[in-house]
């Protein structure tokens, strides 16, 4: 799941406002937004570089709606899932827009934490043309049948790599690679001190290392529990993964690997450390301010082992509280931030490739694009698209879910599981004693879903 999406980006301009955002949503923050006077929408967000050109295009929004005002609360990943799970669990009220996943809309909704925005407003509101979103997408954001968040960027998993550098070692890399085949090439590559034959996350967080691992473990026949709810941890197909992905990045890959997290992974590459990068395809349109690494990147689609595919299915997308003060305002933004008008003003606006990706159908039949996007265009939207649980997890599983696992209790478990997993790449444990707790961590939960 890529933030392109992130943590400790420096980003310029992002701006902190908790306290204002308890002011601006209190009581009298202006009702449902629609009378007459100043509003302040006060958006929860992940930082990183779409919000970055959202900050800077903000004013068109602010110009085409007088009276509104949108302030941003941009955290790192795992700060922003906790914080607004507290605000929205408890009615806090401070935020009146929530960045939020295709892990939490469906739980949320259930919970009736979330606007329907089909019933409330895109009903009336044909000028937003639902139907264009990808529809892969708009399901994984839908609670019976309505969709109560919709996608700011969506995203699936490919391989990146630096086509120089394979070159010169003589490399050919496929476009359906095989983990095998990249850990050949990673070994090749790696220059320790100075390129890593493969960058991949290691930082804790349900949404960082496990988002890459989990793509891993499905595709060596492994799972998080079997139909009974039995934990699946330390079954020897999750135990293969493990050992795998754990060796390949301290043997293979970049120093301090249990430090990295999307944010850092992007740097590194676009630093040129890194001669292949498995992470989200939404890093491609980010890659693409950088040139040099951009002209000399390649692509490939997620890397298999049993299975014919292996991407996971993730978007980072725009929510409205139930108890936000400003429910009307808080449409006009999102519609606004999520639309095809939006997407058209950051190609016209600051280049096409950088377009937030995987969100509508309109967007990979723009000529504009296509033409900036045509190194990674098809691949994203073809792996999206072909997302399939049922051929990319081997076993049968009781749960929905590609790189999480959809009940409430899985933030919280794999949070546990994660900082293990962090703990055995950075060595201070085994992989045998990482899975180990991770099942012992596992069992009460499965039997909660029996």
Not at 313 to 334: C, E, H, M, R
Not at 352 to 368: E, F, I, L
């Amino acid at each position: 799941m890529a933030i392109r999406r992130s943590r400790g980006l420096g980003v310029a301009g992002v701006l902190t406002v908790a306290s204002l955002a308890a002011a601006a949503c209190g009581g009298g923050a202006g009702g449902s937004g629609g009378g007459s006077g100043s509003h302040t929408v006060t958006v929860a967000v992940v930082a990183n570089p779409d919000i970055t050109q959202m900050e800077q295009l903000i004013g068109t929004f602010e110009k085409e709606n007088p009276g509104i005002t949108v302030k941003f609360d941009t955290l790192p990943e795992n700060q922003e899932r906790s914080e607004i799970q507290k605000d929205i669990s408890t009615s806090g009220g401070l935020y009146d827009v929530v960045m939020i996943s295709n892990y939490e809309t469906p739980i949320w909704a259930k919970n009736g934490w979330l606007d329907d925005l089909s019933s409330k407003f895109i009903a009336s509101d044909a000028s937003y043309d639902a139907g264009d979103l990808l529809p892969p997408i708009a399901k994984s954001l839908s609670y019976q049948s309505d969709l109560y968040s919709v996608p700011f960027y969506g995203e699936s998993s490919m391989l990146y790599y630096r086509t120089s550098m394979l070159k010169a070692a003589g490399i050919t890399m496929p476009e359906h690679p095989t983990w095998a085949q990249v850990a050949a090439a990673a070994a090749k590559l790696n220059q320790p001190g100075k390129v890593a034959g493969i960058c991949l996350r290691g930082e804790n967080g349900w949404g960082e290392n496990l988002a890459t691992l989990d793509t891993v473990i499905n595709t060596y026949g492994g799972s998080w529990y079997n139909t009974a709810w039995q934990p699946q941890l330390t079954s020897p197909a999750t135990a293969a993964a493990v050992n795998f992905y754990v060796n390949m990045v301290r043997k293979d890959g970049e120093s301090g690997a249990a430090n990295d997290g999307f944010t850092e992974l992007l740097t590194l590459y676009e630093q040129s450390k890194c001669a292949m990068w498995y992470d989200s395809t939404v890093a491609a349109s980010s890659l693409s301010a950088v040139p040099s690494v951009f002209n000399d990147t390649s692509y490939a689609f997620a890397p298999v082992d049993k299975t014919s595919s292996s991407g996971w299915l993730y978007t980072w997308s725009l929510g409205i509280p139930k108890d936000s003060a400003n429910q009307t305002d808080a449409w006009k933004f999102v519609s606004w931030a999520t639309s095809k008008g939006y997407l058209n003003l950051v190609g016209q606006k600051l280049g096409w490739a950088q377009v937030p990706p995987g969100s509508r159908t309109s967007t990979y039949q723009n000529p504009n694009y296509q033409k900036a996007a045509s190194a990674f265009a098809s691949i994203t939207l073809n792996s999206i698209n072909s997302v399939d649980q049922a051929t990319a997890i081997v076993p049968k599983v009781p749960y929905v879910g590609i790189q999480f696992v959809d009940i409430p209790q899985f933030e919280d478990l794999g949070t546990s599981v994660s900082n293990q997993i962090s703990g055995a790449i950075a060595g201070s444990e085994s992989v045998s004693q990482a899975l180990t707790a991770s099942q012992a961590d596992a069992v009460p939960v499965g039997q909660q879903q029996k």
